[in-house]
Nanobody, 114 residues
Framework: QVQPVESGGGLVQAGGSLRLSCAASASLLSVNAMSWHRQAPGKQREWVATIISYDGTSTYADSVKGRFTISRDKDKNTVYLQMNSLKPEDTAVYYC???????WGQGTQVTVSS
């Protein structure tokens, strides 16, 4: 199966914004859900946000609620993570996850400088 592919990571100052993209490598018409997760150095991977493909319902970790927004474009089979008011503690490799067929992307690095 083909993995999702993330892009859009980079270096940004605290308070800045980035938008991550995830090409699902599958039709969002048949995928149940897509999520973003992140893993900071020396820490376990943690869940960030999920979107239900068919109706766009989204949920967020408390640590990003109000700052991050997950969305999807069914025509482009792409999921986005808009990240605003970034903090140094948001520094991590961000991974895209697809529910079906189950797959993880290879990740994109986000670094927030203070």
């Amino acid at each position: 199966q083909v993995q999702p592919v993330e892009s859009g990571g980079g270096l940004v100052q605290a308070g800045g914004s980035l938008r991550l993209s995830c090409a699902a490598s599958a039709s969002l018409l048949s995928v149940n859900a897509m999520s973003w997760h992140r893993q900071a150095p020396g820490k376990q991977r943690e869940w960030v946000a999920t979107i239900i493909s068919y109706d766009g319902t989204s949920t967020y970790a408390d640590s990003v609620k109000g700052r991050f927004t997950i969305s999807r474009d069914k025509d482009k089979n792409t999921v986005y993570l808009q990240m605003n008011s970034l903090k140094p503690e948001d520094t991590a490799v961000y991974y895209c996850w697809r529910s079906n067929p189950l797959a993880w992307g290879q990740g994109t690095q986000v670094t927030v400088s203070s």
